[in-house]
């Protein structure tokens, strides 16, 4: 399973950013996907994340309102629109397969990241 994410740069403030992940791979199993950030100095932190289904999705309070996961089963490729950016969403963003079913086992992986950086 490899991830590919894209779509990160540099946006103003009040602006917005579409971010992907294309998720490739053979017959991918995988209970959902999320997308994190690490901003430097800190901790990496879920911001969204999706059911393989797409039925469900969970967002922290932090970025509830303003950034919607959605999932392009066709595509295999998990979005990440951001609105209504702030300077502290400046960070690398991350997406992750979660519990992917390789065998019999489930593993995490994760994409490459993308720079979104907001200038206020």
């Known amino acids: 399973v490899q991830l590919q994410a894209s779509g990160g740069g540099l946006v103003q403030a009040g602006g917005s950013l579409r971010l992907s992940c294309v998720v490739s791979g053979r017959n991918i199993d995988t209970r959902s996907m999320g997308w994190f950030r690490q901003a430097p100095g800190k901790e990496r932190e879920l911001v969204a994340r999706?059911?393989?289904?797409?039925?469900?999705?969970y967002y922290p309070d932090s970025v509830k309102g303003r950034f919607t996961i959605s999932r392009d089963s066709a595509k295999n490729t998990v979005y990440l629109q951001m609105n209504s950016l702030k300077a502290e969403d400046t960070a690398v963003y991350y997406c992750k397969a979660e519990r992917v079913r390789v065998g019999l086992r489930k593993y995490d992986f994760w994409g490459q990241g993308t720079q979104v950086t907001v200038s206020s």
């Open positions: 999706i059911s393989w289904s797409g039925i469900s999705t």
